[in-house]
Nanobody
């Protein structure tokens, strides 16, 4: 049974930073791509970033490029999302995902985490 457990969400002022973590268990995470998605109130879930199994390739949606960085530590089965220069529009529940990268902004998701709330105040 694959489990993805996110942590690191919280309340931050605009311009601040947060680092999200996602601990994976249940199957060798290095064999699979990992990603982050987010869902703002009243909106659909959207892709944020993904990283290949080896960590060699990363992809981002346009609105976070240059501000967010996805990384992974396969020895710890953990993926991270460093979020800098946060904006109120980044407020959302952030979900960790494991699966396969299809395109630069698409993943086929096999498993989801339960999410962690990020709130950015103006």
């Amino acid at each position: 049974q694959v489990q993805l457990v996110e942590s690191g969400g919280g309340l931050v002022q605009a311009g601040g930073s947060l680092r999200l973590s996602c601990a994976a268990s249940g199957r060798p995470s290095s064999s699979y791509a990992m990603g982050w998605f987010r869902q703002a109130p009243g909106k659909e879930r959207e892709f944020v970033a993904s990283i290949s199994g080896s960590g060699a390739n990363t992809y981002y949606t346009g609105s976070v490029k240059g501000r967010f960085t996805i990384s992974r530590d396969n020895a710890k089965n953990t993926v991270y999302l460093q979020m800098n220069s946060l904006k109120p529009e980044d407020t959302a529940v952030y979900y960790c995902a494991q699966g396969t990268i299809l395109t630069v902004v698409q993943m086929r998701v096999d498993y989801w985490g339960k999410g962690t709330l990020v709130t950015v105040s103006s």
